[in-house]
């Protein structure tokens, strides 16, 4: 009787890991570059799709999971969360996608779905943590999630976003993360007309800041260290722009700001921020730099002011921006590269030179030869 419990159990975890191989780039170690490895997908379950990967975009948060920066990774590391494709295959229950469809997928590829955080479509808050498109617990394969510096992913359609065909797909690819981080707080704090927005480091998150806070008719002002960005930071949607080490000019906005969004990747001075806003402002981080930024107390006492964060944005939400970026025309500015490049991509991010968003053509993994690590 055990046995044949035993052999049911066996079967049944033989049929539940039925594998795809897959090409992809992966990191082996924290000092390793990215390099050609094939990872083993699940085959399509009932509620599942399968994704033939088109382009993917590169976060900086890629980098910093890649070299370990958070002290938190497993290797190998196959990163990349802005995903844009084509749907391969359905599982036979998937109601909203067929084979053909374009499909994307952000930072989430699933979660507990019964908290409190997930019924309300927070699942970014998930109070059992979401599964991350990587680096996350892989709850059918076991191990470790892998992203899409990759040729497909299977996905719940739970978490797969329906995209429009009308848009150039590429540029899409970086809506599901730098787009959806910085659209959930300018939506959550309300962003609107009449309002002084601030918009600190013009990269992947910060120019998706600019043209939102823009689209929702805020007067916005560009922080950035890169004065060579100036006459883009116009072009994209900025009213003004400063040069954060300019003294004077930073002077000259103290006590003026609604909300400031802070999309730096590195350590930098948060309370010379904190004192641009007005009484009852809010300075949201959403950067992730790798050390604690201290924050004094009285830039925060003296007007009652208020230092926040924010990640991603749930599923709904997520959907929300893609479609309000249809209607609107929104896209990120990239720069397309080809797999091969990505190592070199990762030392221009560290040097702030992208103009706005690595995206990998995926057509470029189609010739390499993988080998399993
Ligand atoms: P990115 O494209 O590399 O842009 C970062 C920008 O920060 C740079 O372009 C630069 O802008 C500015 N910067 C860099 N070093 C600086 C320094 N030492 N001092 C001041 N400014 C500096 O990065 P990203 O992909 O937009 O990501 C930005 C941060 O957000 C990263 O930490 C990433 O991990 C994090 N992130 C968070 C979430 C979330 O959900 N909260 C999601 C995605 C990413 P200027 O040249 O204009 O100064
Ligand atoms: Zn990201
Ligand atoms: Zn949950």
Redesign the pocket.
Known sequence: MARTANDSLKRAAITLVMLVTAKAYSAKSQTSPLAPFAIQRRDVGPSDVQIEILYCGV???DL?QVRNEWHNTTYPCVPGHEIVGRVVKAGREVKKFKEGDVAAVGCMVDSCRTCASCQAGDEQFCEHFPVLTYNGEDKQLGGITYGGYSESIVVDEGFVLKVSENLNLAAVAPLL??GI?TYSPLRHWKIRKGQKVGIV??????HMGVKFANAFGAHVVLF???PN?TTDALRLGAHEVVVSKNETEMKNHLNSFDFILD??????DVNAYLELLKVDGTLTL????EHPLPVASFPLLIKRRRFAG???GGIRETQEMLDFCAEHGIIADIELIQIQQINNAYER?LK?D?K??FVIDMASLKTEATTQG
């Open positions: 976060c900086h948060s910093n993360c730098a981080t480091g013009l990269g992947g998150l910060g950035t260290t890169s960005k999309a730096v990747s590195a350590q930098h959403v950067g992730a730099p924010s990640i991603i991010l702030s992208v706005y968003r």
